[in-house]
């Protein structure tokens, strides 16, 4: 059960921004500040779900 108490909000930010990347198609540089704006807040949410 704890497992998916962190998984499951981290999966959910991953899923929005894995969206917002594919939006954006075949954009490099958008592609990665996209990729970088959503792994800043899945370790923030990972953080604030595991204390």
Known sequence: ???LKQLVP???????GG???QEV???P???L???IATAVPAVFVYARVVR
């Open 1 to 3: 059960m704890r497992l």
């Open 10 to 16: 981290v999966a959910a930010v991953a899923a929005f």
């Open 19 to 21: 969206a917002g990347v």
């Open 25 to 27: 198609g075949g954009n």
């Open 29 to 31: 540089y958008l592609t």
């Open 33 to 35: 500040v996209l990729g």
